[in-house]
């Protein structure tokens, strides 16, 4: 509790199994000047914070190593500064780490209000994708009403959101998953087709489907031999957009067809990038995208909410990849 100057955190004892994952005391950390104290609620899981655990994703410099990139809950303290908010505001959060506390600290410029009418574990389930897959399909991949695009594993939370973005902002979508349960979600949340990836060749049906044009956008967090056939399913001027590895980094890719398409080949990572960078996603998405999440046509899908202290439980899930959308942590 505040008042005690220490809380509960989830921290990784050490590098390894779910089982790592373990709470520990910590100090309640201050909100320098610019930032925001909040009373975390509920907390987003993220497939980057199963890379921290074991150990492939340290935070950035001068983060905490706290898991936990994204929370919703109340503004608990304001530092020097900070306009525009009030103690006791409900508010949702994209952080660089420190989620998987009771309190945390985050700029200002990274809190978004809660759209009317979501619960707090589903206002934790937007900030970490929703940021994500705006700077990536949206900036990045320049993705057009009218477009097509591709999204790899469209059941992730990634997938989810970048499917429902998709189709809102009028694209036609096309999504991989892996089985006809999966394939289903997709195409329920906005997908035209889905692509069971394990019976299908997502090449062909894209091509098939657009008329042998192929798509002008794929995001891809699956990458290894995924590169090479995304640039195949690429139309001309299209935008390959990197964002995940989860077939691994390396590629094996036959550039000839980046000349002839004039073909984009992008990517990024949002962790690590500056909080100016982070505070104008903020405010497209609050001027463009939280008016949809508020009138429910774009929702966060959450799979399952578990009890902060069974966060080893949300990992193990999410590893095993049976989920679709997102895992939540609960507080008190
Ligand atoms: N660059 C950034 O800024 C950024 C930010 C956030 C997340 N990410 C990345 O985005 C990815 C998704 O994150 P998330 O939190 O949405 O993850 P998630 O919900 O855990 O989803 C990952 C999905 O990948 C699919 N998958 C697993 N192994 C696969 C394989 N061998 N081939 C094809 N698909 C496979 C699984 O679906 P199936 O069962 O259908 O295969 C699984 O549901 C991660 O790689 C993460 O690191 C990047």
Known sequence: MAESRTMTAIEVSQPGKPEVLVPANRPVPDPAPGEIRIAVQAAGVNRPDVLQRLGKYNPPPGITDI???????????????????????PVCALLAGGGYAEFCVVPAAQCLPIPAGLSMAEAAALPETFFTVWSNVFERGALQPGEALLVHGGTSGIGTTAIQLGAAFGARVFATARGAEKCAACVRLGAERAIDYAEEDFVAVVKEATGGTGVNVVLDIVGGDYVARSIDALAVEGRYVCIGFVRGATANVNFFPVMTKRLVLTGSTLRARPVAYKQAVAEQLKARVWPLVAAGTVKPVVHEVFPFANAADAHRLMESNQHVGKLVLTVG
Not at 78 to 83: K, Q
């Open 67 to 89: 898991p936990g990139l994204e929370v919703a809950g109340t503004v608990d303290a304001l530092g020097e500064g900070v306009e525009g908010w009030r103690v006791g505001d």
